[in-house]
Structure formats: structure tokens, C-alpha cells
């Protein structure tokens, strides 16, 4: 029988758990302070790898994954057989990505690109910043950005977003509809773009690079089966890249953009000590 006096449905009992769940999320062993590299493997000469044992290598035009070429000494395992010679390292976009452990600590995934390049990350279950992190700074629960939008489906819509380590460059998203809600007199229309079953939203506000993480933050919506969609921004998350440099974020498009300060959601990453983890 379900204990229903242990349920709760205030808004703020519920978003301490939200909080506490992403900081128990981001010290795992694969998770985003756990990062320490990637690095893309694009050249035909086996390469090392920052924090990898092995030399690695692309595969043939239209396979997935990398080739490692390592000693059995090197201790590098590829989906639970110790490797000495050759193994491929299936990625991320296939139905079955390879498993790939280095040590106790340390694994590696295999992720793939819009180019269809393949890169190598790694991940360290005692890294730096694992091992510096206190919590998630976050603002109070405030009501007053929970917002009730509408979604419209649109066929074909694209949006060009940057990425932090793109030096300008601009990479094609399809846009699936439109966001649009009045707030303050002011209207808006947001562009977000398909997370698996949800959409993601890239947003900066008045707050970016003053109390909140300078490059912006990301919100996870579904539209409901009315058309009607809701944003509540007491759920907006840091990007990866505000827990470790080896993640490439996109920044937010113009029209996601607001003028105003958006004082609800996460705000930066801080050390034990209190003091921001990393800036950017």
C-alpha cells in the first residue's frame, strides 16, 4: 500500500528533490564532472589519447566507431575482452555502443558527430572536479517563471547554433514548432530542438555572466497533446560544460535571448569551499 502522507505535491519539497538528484547525477562515474577528455580521432595515423591508453584510429567511411591498437600490458578492455592487437569500439550512434574500461576508474566512450567523425571521451570516476565539487548553486522556487506556452508544429524549420569551442561556426538544428507565450507585455518565440523524446531549450537571460553560468542554461519541455507546452524555468540545468571544459555546449540562439532576469533554475557550479568551480 502506497504510503500517501509521504507524497507531496508542493512545488518547492519537489524541486529540492530535483536538486538533489542532479547533484547525486553529476559525480557519477559517467557523469558530467567525470569528463576529462575528448578528443576527435580524424586522421589515418593510429593517435594517442589524452588519459587513454592505446592508439586510436577512424574506421572506414560509413562505419561507426574507432580502432584501438594496444598490448595486453596496456590493460585496455573493449566490450569485456582485454584487447592485444586490434578491436573496434562501437559509438554512440549505434543500437549496441561499446563498453571500453582503462582502469578501476577510468572508461571511454565512443561519440560521433554531424560530419560523422568519431571521437574518443574519457571518463574518470576520481577526477578533479569530482573530487573539488560542493553543489549546484540554485535560486528559490519563484511561481513567477512557471509559464504555460503554446507549441505548433512546423514542418521543415531549422536553426543555426553555435557551439563554445566552434569559433563562430554554426551548426543546422531542426526545429520541430514554435514556442511562443506573452510574458510582461512582452511576446516571445523560442526555438528549441528534439532531446529524445523532449525538447531542449538553450536560453540565456539578464543573469548570464552575472549570477548565472555566463553561457546560458538549457531547459527540458514536452508539449502536451493540446498544443499547449509548459516552461518551468525552476527546472532549468547548467550545460555539461559549466562542470567540465571537455564538453562542446551550444549557446542559446538570438531568439532565446531574453532581456530579463530569469532568477529561477540553477545558477553555477561551486567548489566545497563555496568558490566557482570554473568560469568561462
Not at 506573452?182 to 555572466?209: E, H, M, P
Request: net charge negative.
Amino acid at each position: 500500500m502506497t504510503d500517501t502522507a509521504s507524497i507531496t505535491t508542493d512545488p518547492a519539497a519537489l524541486l529540492e528533490g530535483f536538486h538533489a538528484r542532479r547533484e547525486h547525477s553529476v559525480v557519477q562515474p559517467n557523469g558530467s564532472l567525470a569528463l576529462v577528455n575528448t578528443q576527435w580521432v580524424t586522421e589515418a595515423q593510429p593517435q594517442p589519447v589524452w588519459g587513454a591508453a592505446g592508439l586510436w584510429s577512424p574506421l572506414p567511411a560509413g562505419e561507426s566507431g574507432l580502432k584501438v591498437t594496444a598490448a595486453a600490458a596496456d590493460g585496455v578492455v573493449v566490450d569485456g575482452v582485454l584487447v592485444d592487437g586490434e578491436a573496434v569500439a562501437r559509438g554512440r550512434d549505434t543500437d549496441e555502443p561499446s563498453t571500453i574500461v582503462f582502469s578501476d576508474t577510468v572508461t571511454g566512450t565512443v561519440i560521433a558527430n554531424e560530419a560523422g567523425e568519431y571521437g574518443l571521451r574519457v571518463w574518470d570516476a576520481q577526477a578533479e572536479g569530482i573530487r573539488e565539487f560542493g553543489s549546484i548553486d540554485a535560486y528559490p522556487y519563484n511561481p513567477e517563471w512557471v509559464i504555460r506556452a503554446t507549441f505548433t508544429p512546423v514542418e521543415g524549420l531549422s536553426v543555426g547554433f553555435e557551439h563554445v569551442k566552434d569559433e563562430g561556426a554554426t551548426r543546422e538544428k531542426a526545429i520541430p514548432g514554435e514556442i511562443r507565450f506573452t510574458k510582461d507585455g512582452v511576446d516571445y518565440n523560442l526555438a528549441a530542438f528534439r532531446a529524445g523524446r523532449a525538447l531542449q531549450l538553450v536560453f540565456s537571460d539578464a543573469t548570464s555572466g552575472n549570477e548565472t553560468y555566463s553561457v546560458g542554461r538549457f531547459l527540458f519541455v514536452a508539449p502536451q497533446a493540446d498544443g499547449t507546452i509548459t516552461l518551468d524555468f525552476n527546472r532549468a540545468i547548467l550545460p555539461p560544460c559549466a562542470f567540465s571544459y571537455a564538453f562542446n555546449c551550444p549557446m542559446p540562439p538570438k531568439q532565446n535571448r531574453f532581456a530579463v532576469p530569469i532568477e529561477a533554475g540553477e545558477k553555477n557550479v561551486l567548489k566545497k569551499d563555496g568558490s566557482l568551480l570554473h568560469e568561462i
